[in-house]
């Protein structure tokens, strides 16, 4: 239940906002499943054969292994309506002054007078901005329960801070940012224990490179291993392990450990422009919820605790596997808290 309320109601739609101006209120849940379904092709499209050999991507659909293609015309149909619907939509709000600022608006303003010739552009530009951003987010925020889970002191900690900085009385906000030195902490651990993009995105040399006396012709595709990088005992002690503590020294973060943000969100000039906007997404839901609520084992009929291993998929995303959970109120104030701020 959790994932759907997060998918549709915080990390989707604030992203529908940024990217459409539509405000988070009104977006529709079918904007999001729209989105959601092209992203869910997008990734389907990009299987690892595919991503590490893109000429697979050539074979004819009758042949062996061609399979994806004879799904590519419905995904084609589609993706055409999650380009087109919240694009008309953001424009109906546009002309009713009913839209906040966004990327869209941004990008309508720039290149106004010359829109009929860009409106393709615009919209893949736009809808990459969704595709990109919310299940690499997502995904990245819910490794939390998982995490916590595991590491039920994690859980403690956190939760000591919340009380200590913010109260009972409110829920956390940006500007507590500074004064939540470990909540910090545990989103910089999820991002390097819980790293989506294992392989990051496939790049292609333009011309022919060395790097440490290997020569890298050009035209081919290159991988950064990020989730080796983030699991190298050399750099992290005990990799495997979730311990946010790892950046922290006398209270505060530490800078000279290595900050996963490197390399989870890829390098040189496609690095991911969101990434600001995912670690601040990725704070306030992660204190949020902390605050909020307690994550507690799931038990059976006997009272006994459902197992929770970090087994993750494979793919252009890595997903952590299906576990079960329950989650508690910590106070009774909680529920009004909610309310309030869904309808601020
Ligand atoms: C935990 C969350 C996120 C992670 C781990 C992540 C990671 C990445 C990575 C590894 C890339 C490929 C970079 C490369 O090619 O070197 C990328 C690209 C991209 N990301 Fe993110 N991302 C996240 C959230 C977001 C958000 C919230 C947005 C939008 C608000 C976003 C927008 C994009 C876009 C548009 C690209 C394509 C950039 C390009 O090809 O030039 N991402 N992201």
Redesign the pocket.
């Known amino acids: 239940m959790i994932v759907t309320l997060f998918r549709a109601r915080s990390f989707c739609k604030s ?1 529908l906002n ?1 990217a459409y101006g539509l405000p988070a209120r009104d977006v529709g849940q079918r904007f999001v499943t729209l989105l959601s379904d092209m992203d869910a092709s997008v990734t389907e499209s990009f299987g690892p054969a595919a991503m590490i050999l893109p000429w697979l991507r050539r074979i004819p659909s009758w042949c062996p292994g061609g399979g994806w293609q004879r799904k590519l015309g419905g995904w084609q149909r589609m993706s055409q309506k999650a380009l087109d619907e919240p694009f008309n939509a953001a424009q109906d709000a546009m002309s009713r002054g009913a839209a906040d600022p966004s990327i869209l608006s941004h990008l309508l303003d720039r290149d106004g007078t010359e829109l009929e010739v860009k409106e393709d552009a615009i919209k893949g530009v736009i809808s ?2 969704f595709i ?2 919310a299940d ?2 997502v995904e ?1 925020f819910l490794a939390l329960f998982c995490a916590v889970l595991r590491h039920p002191e994690v859980q403690k900690r956190a939760q000591d801070e919340l009380d200590t900085v913010v109260g009972a009385d409110r829920l956390p906000q940006l500007s507590d940012k500074p004064s939540l030195p470990y909540i910090n902490a545990l989103v910089k651990e999820l ?1 390097r224990w819980h790293n ?2 294992p392989l ?2 496939p ?1 292609s040399t333009t011309q022919e490179d060395e790097y440490r006396g290997w020569r890298i012709p050009s035209g081919v595709t290159v991988l950064i291993n990020s989730w080796n990088i983030l699991h190298d005992p050399k750099t992290y002690c005990d990799p495997e392990e979730f311990d946010p503590a790892r950046f922290l020294k006398d209270g505060k973060l530490n800078t000279d450990v290595f900050d996963p943000a490197t390399v ?5 000039r ?6 600001h ?2 670690e601040d ?2 704070f306030i839901n992660v204190a949020s919820v902390l605050h909020a609520f307690s994550v507690v084992p799931a038990v059976d009929e006997r009272g006994v605790p459902a197992p929770v291993e970090h087994e993750v998929t494979t793919g252009l995303i890595s997903v952590v596997k299906p576990f079960k959970y329950s989650i508690r109120p910590r106070f009774a104030a909680v529920e009004a808290l909610i309310r309030n701020s869904i309808m601020d």
């Open positions: 992203l940024v990459t901005v990109a951003g690499t987010t990245t991002l989506v993009f990051c995105i790049h989870a969100f890829g390098a040189g496609r690095i991911c422009p969101g990434r906007f995912a997404s990725l």
